[in-house]
């Protein structure tokens, strides 16, 4: 069973950019997380989207959006980039309906803003 | 307040013995689950272990054993048997809320993690 793929691995920016990450989840789960992990902060939950809907959106500006597909993968876009938006960003994915189910990680995408 | 508390930056062990790493947690919801996950130098977040707040028993995955102390708000993880692979950053997460409760708090909530080295 193929795990959660993110892409790209590594993503260069500059300020003002913006980026665009991708994650596909683990067969036959419907919910995608997203989180950030910056340096000295910690894992920051971002979004959730299931059923192509977004549930829950941690503290973060409105530039950090996203998606979901019909097919379950889903997008992070971040706008007008940061300096302080270099980050691991992790996207996770888990089947709904019990809440005892674990949260599968992918590899994560490491953003740099130069 | 923190909601996951994780006191130790870093922690040493000898291979092959055990070792124990601190978790305590703050939440006022009947119900709720705790993760540990393993992030190794490359990134990836491995799950290794969950206990729900309603668990009798203290869960065990192979060698690894979640040491739960619901009144005192404590899920520590105990390593038996440390492998030289064990080492990397462990994080405790907690998701409050259930399925039952509209699962609208399906977010896991992180530690700022411990740092794990098993010396030869």
């Known amino acids: 069973e193929a795990g959660v793929t993110q892409s790209p691995t590594h993503l260069i920016k500059t300020r003002g950019q913006q980026a665009t990450l991708r994650c596909s989840p683990i067969s036959g789960h419907t919910s995608v997380y997203w989180y950030q992990q910056a340096l000295g902060l910690g894992l920051q939950f971002l979004l959730w989207?299931?059923?192509?809907?977004?549930?829950n959106r941690g503290n973060f500006p409105p530039r950090f959006s996203g998606r979901q597909f019909p097919n379950y993968s889903s997008e992070l876009n971040v706008n007008a980039l940061e300096l302080e938006d270099s980050a691991l960003y992790l996207c996770?994915?888990?089947?709904?309906?019990?809440?005892?189910?674990?949260?599968?990680f992918g590899d994560g995408t490491r953003l740099s803003i130069l | 307040a923190q909601k996951i508390t994780q006191t130790q930056p870093g922690m040493f062990v000898q291979e092959k013995e055990a070792v124990t790493l601190d978790c305590t947690y703050d939440t006022s919801d009947p119900s709720y689950g705790l993760f540990w996950y393993k992030q190794p130098s490359s990134g990836e977040m491995i799950f290794l272990i969950y206990q729900g707040s309603y668990d009798q028993q203290n869960a065990t995955e192979g060698r690894y054993s979640l040491n739960f102390q619901k009144a005192r708000k404590s899920a520590n993880l105990v390593i038996s048997a440390s492998q030289l692979g064990d080492s990397a950053m462990y994080f405790c997460?907690?998701?409050?809320?259930?399925?039952?409760?509209?699962?609208?708090?399906?977010?896991?909530?992180f530690g700022k993690g411990t740092l794990l080295t098993v010396n030869p």
């Open positions: 997460a907690m998701r409050e809320g259930s399925s039952n409760s509209g699962g609208s708090n399906y977010k896991l909530t």
């Open positions: 989207y299931d059923e192509g809907e977004e549930r």
């Open positions: 996770a994915s888990s089947s709904r309906g019990l809440s005892n189910q674990p949260q599968h």
